[in-house]
């Protein structure tokens, strides 16, 4: 990707429930501060951190947004996981030279990683949700990033506009993110502009930021958690972020509302989907041209992107043939 087209950064999280038998997340740990990754000792890292932990272990600064090179990993408190699993933060790389570190932290973190989902140690009766979320932000060079109170309001709710927009490609993301094999359902990813818990806590996206032409901070909550496909992880980052850093663009959010309202969006039925924890229900509302119409502004994203216009390719490809 360009830098003058927007500087875009992704950062992680890898929620893992179980591993296989005799591996631990605290074993995980130890890798990670042996290769680096990870600041402390093992002694640090016997107890996963608590959930927004801001110790000088690098929690705090895994998540201040800050490129640190190498990229770090904390290990947090997940109550939608077991407690034998954990969440693994990766701090933001940037998408133009840091898929490689990327790749050798997902390796070390997914290497005894199994699929499951057992009973959340929240106590509430619910299933483990594990799952894959991408912290993507593009920025154009030179912005002085500010607060987002300090932006200037083109709307009643920028944020929301951009919610809304991409509400109407739910069922095609969801598409985009499907393994049947390791569904993890929609309770945790809720492909409407409607979803409750906080700030939208529980839907597929949640916008951060929204100030074109200068910056774009979305987080991707709808990937699943596929331990074994680093292709898969590779394909979803450019899907995201091509997507985050199109918005950018003025033309971008006009184009999203114009396709997504080419046909009347079954809000009813999808509705229904989520009540039920349906993925085939809302997988069945797919529309191939607003499908298409992603695909074209992905690809048209990615013509500076060699290796993303190949993942995004793939991807569509994969998911067309079951439309």
Not at 299 to 317: K, L
């Amino acid at each position: 990707m360009l830098v003058e087209n927007g500087i875009v950064r992704v950062g992680a999280e890898i929620e893992i429930a179980q591993f296989t038998e005799g591996n631990t997340y605290q074993g995980v740990a130890e890798r990670l501060i042996n290769a680096g990754h990870m600041e402390g000792t093992t002694a640090d890292w016997q107890q996963w951190h608590q959930y927004k932990c801001a110790c000088g272990l690098g929690c705090k600064r895994i998540k201040s947004g800050v490129v640190l090179d190498p990229p770090l990993v904390s290990m947090q408190y997940d109550a939608s996981l077991p407690d034998s699993g954990a969440e693994f933060i990766i701090s933001p790389t940037l998408l133009i030279n840091g898929m490689d570190e990327m790749r050798n932290i997902w390796n070390i973190v997914t290497e005894n990683a199994v699929w499951a989902r057992p009973a959340a140690m929240r106590g509430d009766g619910q299933i483990a949700s594990p799952s894959i979320h991408l912290h993507v932000s593009a920025i154009m060079p030179g912005f002085d990033a500010r607060p987002i109170a300090e932006v200037p309001v083109r709307s009643l709710n920028p944020l929301n506009d951009v919610l809304h927009a991409l509400s109407l490609f739910g069922p095609e993301l969801i598409l985009l993110s499907d393994i049947e094999e390791l569904r993890r359902g929609l309770t945790f990813r809720k492909p409407t502009r409607e979803a409750d818990g906080r700030n939208g806590h529980h839907g597929f996206i949640h916008v951060r930021k929204f100030d074109p032409p200068n910056q774009v901070y979305i987080e991707w909550r709808m990937f699943e958690a596929a331990y074994e496909s680093w292709e898969y992880f590779e394909q979803a980052t450019y899907v995201s972020a091509g997507l985050t850093r199109a918005l950018l663009k003025a033309e971008t959010l006009p184009r999203l509302m114009a396709s997504g309202y080419h046909e009347v969006p079954r809000l009813r039925e999808m509705e229904a989907a989520i009540r039920n924890d349906d993925t085939e229900a809302a997988l069945a509302l797919v529309s191939p041209a607003r499908l298409g119409a992603l695909r074209d502004i992905l690809e048209a994203e990615m013509y500076d992107d060699m290796r993303g216009f190949a993942r995004i390719v793939s991807r569509f490809t994969e998911v067309e043939a079951r439309v």
